[in-house]
């Protein structure tokens, strides 16, 4: 499968879900203009990111229930304006993470797995606010989330 849609990260997706955070309504004014101008990718990972922090209360102060979660990933799942594409950790990825492995450290091996995602599906737009975790892919281009003006 392939998609010219934009990819978005799970910080994206997290900051339109938590309430609390500083970069919430920016998140969900990306995440809508996203959706209106075609929709936009995540990958299979994303999706286990999103779950794993959202129901986490170290990361965002008020954790949602696993259900709400659960509810909120099966709407990403069943959406039109949602690609959710697999994430493969195969030979191939091995081989593909050579080229990048004196810069990938600890938990930047879910990072690779994104690009790599991105890589397969000719995917080169990254909205996230990481943009310094993705810049070592020459590929992708990292849109900071933080100060996009999608006007």
């Not at 934009?6 to 994206?12: E, F, I, K, L, Q």
């Not at 990048?100 to 690779?112: E, F, L, N, W």
Request: glycine residues 2%; charged residues 15%; contains cysteine.
């Amino acid at each position: 499968m392939t998609s010219f849609r934009p990819m978005a990260d799970t910080n994206s997706l997290v900051y339109a879900h938590n309430r609390d955070s500083q970069h919430h309504q920016q998140a969900v004014s990306i995440v809508r203009d996203l959706i209106e101008t075609g929709g936009f990718c995540i990958s299979s990972l994303i999706l286990f990111e999103f779950f794993s922090v959202i129901t986490n209360g170290r990361k965002v102060e008020s954790p949602l229930s696993t259900e709400t979660a659960l509810t909120i990933i099966d709407d990403m799942l069943h959406s039109q304006s949602i690609d959710v594409l697999p994430t493969h950790v195969d030979p191939a990825f091995l081989v593909w993470l050579t080229q990048y492995g004196r810069s990938v450290k600890r938990y930047q091996i879910y990072d690779a797995a994104i690009a790599y995602t991105m890589q397969q599906n000719h995917i080169s737009v990254l909205y996230t606010n990481n943009t310094k975790d993705f810049q070592k892919f020459e590929f992708i281009q990292p849109i900071n989330t933080t100060y996009v003006d999608m006007e």
